[in-house]
């Protein structure tokens, strides 16, 4: 499990500790991206953000972070500024189909339904990491208030399904639910 989705108990010694790992090795960039998601964490945005383009320079064929710095844009709400940085992810790795697909999520956030519609049209239908394809063509055509697209996004999919925002399992039963709910 990544750092970014560990309960925060005790961010001030969790810091203490990367500090001293960072002390012994400081051209790290995994030590260095773990201090910018507790940063983020607490909401030291542009600290983190900082931190993750240290650790990009460091380990410049990491395609999860000029992931982590698109997400960290959408966060501060500074979209335009994330797509440079998922551009980058899937230029190092184009089959990356959760960077697409935390791009789809950033898209529909700026209420560009169809360059979301778009997006996701590009990932085969038979591509879903832990379900996250499935759940984001779930969320984009209830947007869309195409219920019976909605449903047919979930019908084949696992009981349980990753929204990468928030990181969760969502359960399919409900989500269909909430897909008839708009019939």
Not at 58 to 68: A, G, I, S, T, V
Not at 91 to 99: G, K, M, R, S, V
Request: proline share 7%; glycine share 2%; aromatic share 8%.
């Amino acid at each position: 499990k990544g750092i970014a989705i560990v309960p925060m108990h005790d961010a001030d010694a969790a810091l203490a500790e990367f500090d001293k790992a960072r002390k012994t090795l400081p051209n790290n960039a995994n030590v260095l991206t773990a201090i910018a998601f507790v940063h983020r964490r607490l909401g030291k945005m542009e600290q983190a953000l900082d931190e993750l383009k240290q650790s990009a320079a460091l380990n410049p064929r990491d395609n999860l972070l000029p992931r982590e710095i698109g997400s960290t844009f959408v966060y501060m709400r500074r979209y335009a500024e994330a797509n440079p940085f998922y551009d980058r992810a899937l230029a190092l790795i184009p089959e990356d189909f959760e960077t697409q697909v935390y791009r789809v999520t950033m898209l529909q956030m700026i209420g560009d339904l169809d360059a979301a519609s778009r997006a996701l049209a590009t990932i085969p239908a038979d591509i879903d990491p832990q379900g996250s394809v499935s759940f984001a063509r779930w969320r984009l055509a209830l947007a869309m208030h195409q219920p019976d697209a909605a449903l047919a996004a979930v019908e084949h999919s696992p009981a349980w399904l990753l929204s990468i925002w928030p990181n969760s399992r969502e359960p399919v039963a409900l989500l269909r639910a909430q897909a008839l709910v708009q019939k």
